[in-house]
């Protein structure tokens, strides 16, 4: 089985920082694509950055320039470096990667991390 476990969620006033760790765990092959998704009370949940395995990034129009994402191989764990924040990112973050198990990948999701930006 494989598990991924987010930290570093919490509250924050408005222009603040926070920095988002989501550590893979288990028996895999490798670690493909890892994301950051977010979910606000009454919407749908919606993608902020991915990451390839090799490092190439994309992010969503409203956090470009704020949120960084990164990650160590080495250690199986992807980072959202979340800058600048206002009140609108206040959500619950969870993580995502495809997980290479066998022949075969499966998308693995965390339990997610309440992020609240207060005014």
């Known amino acids: 089985q494989v598990q991924l476990v987010e930290s570093g969620g919490g509250l924050v006033q408005a222009g603040g920082s926070l920095r988002l760790s989501c550590a893979a765990s288990g028996r895999f092959f490798s670690i493909n694509g890892m994301g950051w998704y977010r979910q606000a009370p009454g919407k749908q949940r919606e993608l902020v950055a991915t990451?390839?395995?090799?490092?190439?990034?994309d992010y969503a129009d409203d956090v470009k320039g704020r949120f960084t994402i990164s990650r160590d191989n080495a250690k199986n764990t992807v980072y959202l470096q979340m800058n600048s924040l206002k009140p609108e990112d206040t959500a619950v973050y969870y993580c995502?990667?495809?997980?290479?198990?066998?022949?075969?990948?499966?998308?693995?999701w965390g339990q997610g991390t309440q992020v609240t930006v207060s005014s």
């Open positions: 990451i390839t395995s090799g490092g190439s990034t």
């Open positions: 995502n990667a495809g997980v290479r198990r066998a022949l075969h990948e499966y998308i693995y």
